[in-house]
């Protein structure tokens, strides 16, 4: 069955430092997004990304974030000078239909700001 | 404001007996409504996804039913398993065209116990 995979699973990384995540959406799949957990809470929504552009952003992702899809396979997340309030699980997901399209998320990468 | 709650909080049950998780929403325009299962440390995994013209919908003993009218879904788990044993989220999709508008409930954590 096809997935949505993620690396890395778990990064730890020092106050200021630039971090990428990695997802690997299902190869049909047109709408890509970004999500973030913080330990304890609900899931957010980050961004939304198709047609390779931003659609829609929520007011977490600020200046500091930024999406791309290089290639045309990996979609990434980066986050230019991590704080502390970065800390939390990131899932990426992907559906081929929007709105009525199953979304299926990636295992999420784990990052821990020191 | 576009809201989810969830109930209860968190559930302790029996391995092998039933339960039923609760969510309200109150999402316009109304698109769809998803429940997910999120293993801790994992991502969220679908469950069901039913849109407003669909009453009830069965995942082998999960069982969904949604009342548009009163904006109240229920998640229903017949003869739990210790594999049960999850976060159970409530998503909302309101009518966004392509981009992405999916609200999530904070989730109700059950433990299935021996």
């Known amino acids: 069955e096809p997935e949505v995979t993620q690396t890395p699973s778990h990064q730890v990384t020092q106050m200021g430092q630039e971090v990428i995540l990695r997802c690997v959406p299902i190869?049909?799949?047109?709408?890509f997004y970004w999500y973030r957990q913080i330990l304890g809470q609900k899931v957010e929504f980050l961004v939304s990304?198709?047609?390779?552009?931003?659609?829609?952003k929520s007011e977490i992702f600020d200046d500091q974030f930024s999406v791309e899809r290089p290639d045309g396979s990996n979609f990434t997340l980066k986050i230019r000078s991590t704080k502390l309030e970065d800390s939390a699980m990131y899932f990426c997901?992907?559906?081929?239909?929007?709105?009525?399209?199953?979304?299926?998320f990636g295992e999420g990468s784990r990052l821990t700001v020191l | 404001k576009n809201q989810v709650e969830q109930s209860p909080q968190s559930l302790i049950i029996l391995e092998g007996k039933n339960c039923t998780l609760q969510?309200?929403?109150?999402?316009?325009?109304?698109?769809?409504l998803r429940w997910y299962k999120q293993d801790t440390g994992r991502g969220p995994v679908s469950l069901t996804i039913?849109?407003?013209?669909?009453n009830t919908k069965s995942n082998g003993r999960y069982t969904a039913t949604l009342d548009a009218d009163t904006k109240q879904s229920s998640l229903h788990i017949t003869a739990s398993q210790l594999s049960d044993s999850a976060s159970y989220i409530c998503?909302?999709?309101?009518?966004?065209?392509?981009?992405?508008?999916?609200?999530f409930g904070t989730g109700t954590l059950l433990a299935v116990q021996p």
């Open positions: 990304f198709y047609n390779n552009e931003i659609s829609e």
């Open positions: 998503v909302v999709s309101a009518d966004g065209g392509a981009t992405n508008k999916l609200i």
């Open positions: 190869s049909n799949h047109l709408y």
């Open positions: 997901a992907s559906r081929r239909q929007a709105n009525t399209g199953e979304l299926f």
């Open positions: 039913m849109t407003f013209s669909e």
């Open positions: 969510c309200n929403y109150t999402v316009s325009p109304f698109s769809n």
